[in-house]
């Protein structure tokens, strides 16, 4: 089983960029779909985007369609969030999750394996 460590995370000014990355030990990677959410203080928490395992195939929230980016890289173990054109509505923590299904879908109880979470701050 994997373990998830996201990091990238910070404060950017509001039409400024970050990538977040999440690393994950272990030597299974390869067999695990990948997917990022999101949550802020007092609210659920919400699907972002996910990746096949392969990366083939992605999937975005509407809120995040033509300014995220998911890709991930199976020979670093580590799957990327590109975040373009921030605003301030997406600030919150932002969580990597991985799970062994390829049928995954963007249901936080979908996924099996969590990382601990890294901050997104956007000033307005």
């Known amino acids: 089983q994997v373990q998830l460590v996201e990091s990238g995370g910070g404060l950017v000014q509001a039409g400024g960029s970050l990538r977040l990355s999440c690393a994950a030990s272990g030597r299974t990677f390869g067999a695990y779909a990948m997917g990022w959410f999101r949550q802020v203080p007092g609210k659920e928490r919400q699907f972002v985007a996910r990746?096949?395992?392969?990366?083939?195939?992605?999937y975005y929230a509407d809120s995040v369609k033509g300014r995220f980016t998911i890709s991930r890289d199976n020979a670093k173990n580590t799957v990327y969030l590109q975040m373009n054109s921030l605003k301030s509505e997406d600030t919150a923590v932002y969580y990597c999750?991985?799970?062994?299904?390829?049928?995954?879908?963007?249901?936080?109880?979908?996924?099996?394996?969590w990382g601990q979470g890294t901050q997104v701050t956007v000033s307005s």
């Open positions: 990746i096949s395992q392969s990366g083939s195939i992605t």
């Open positions: 999750a991985a799970d062994r299904s390829f049928r995954v879908g963007s249901g936080v109880n979908e996924y099996e394996i």
